[in-house]
């Protein structure tokens, strides 16, 4: 998997779009950009993925840059239930996931 | 997306005894489950790729004799921490890779087993 880099927390107000950027700049042909999150002492959650063309699901929205270098996952109206470690992996097919440290996403009242 | 089962959520045992903890797939005939650990603090590391039929495959580091891993069938994949000791204790995730062929599809996870030894 690619290496991706992540700022290590931010936080952002209750009902406020949560925008949370990763750089994934050596990303091959290939490999999708999956963000996935944890909330505290439970399993991961998938959130949403793509390869390069925006996607939006009921959850979040993913915007890829054209040449697939960053990505930023946003949170249209973030709530206090999306306080969590947000995940941004890029993975190929059938590829193991890589886990790093994430982004710790603090939403406040 | 796949649901996907742990069993237990937690457990406490005394050191030296054998701890086996489940991963079923509700919902989706998984040929492959992976497990992870992961400690306070820090992200999850993955420990070994169960495929069903046939032998997991471990990660660099892992202990196959210790961590015993089961896929015996599509929907369940057990794993057994042997004679666990203190260092051991961590928080235990399996997932199910609905990915076939070369389709790229998420993983989905179980919501974790924090096991702690005595």
């Known amino acids: 998997d690619a290496k991706t880099t992540q700022p290590p927390s931010m936080d952002c107000a209750e009902g406020r779009a949560a925008n949370l950027p990763c750089n994934h700049s050596?990303?091959?042909?290939?490999?999708?950009v999956y963000w996935y999150r944890q909330i505290h002492s439970q399993g991961p959650q998938y959130i949403i993925h793509?390869?390069?063309n925006n996607e939006t699901n009921e959850m979040a929205s993913l915007i890829i840059t054209e040449d697939r270098k960053s990505s930023t996952l946003i949170l249209p109206h973030a709530t206090l239930r999306d306080t969590a470690v947000y995940y941004c992996?890029?993975?190929?097919?059938?590829?193991?996931?890589?886990f790093g440290k994430g982004i710790t996403l603090s939403v406040r009242p | 997306g796949a649901v996907v089962s742990q069993h237990p959520s937690w457990v406490i045992c005394k050191s030296g005894t054998s701890v086996k903890i489940e991963c079923r797939s509700l919902?989706?005939?998984?040929?492959?489950m992976f497990w992870y650990r992961q400690f306070p603090k820090q992200s999850l590391m993955l420990m070994a790729t169960?495929?069903?039929?046939?032998?997991?495959?471990?990660e660099q580091g892992v202990e196959k004799d210790k961590f015993l891993i089961n896929h015996a069938s599509l929907t369940l994949s057990t794993l057994t921490v042997t004679s666990a000791h203190p260092e051991d204790s961590s928080f235990y995730i399996c997932?199910?890779?609905?990915?076939?062929?070369?389709?790229?599809?998420?993983?989905?996870f179980g919501d974790g087993t924090r096991l702690s030894i005595l």
């Open positions: 997932s199910v890779s609905g990915s076939t062929g070369n389709s790229n599809q998420p993983q989905h």
């Open positions: 050596t990303i091959s042909g290939n490999e999708y």
């Open positions: 793509g390869l390069k």
């Open positions: 992996i890029a993975h190929g097919a059938n590829s193991k996931l890589t």
């Open positions: 919902d989706f005939q998984a040929t492959t």
């Open positions: 169960s495929n069903e039929g046939s032998k997991a495959t471990y």
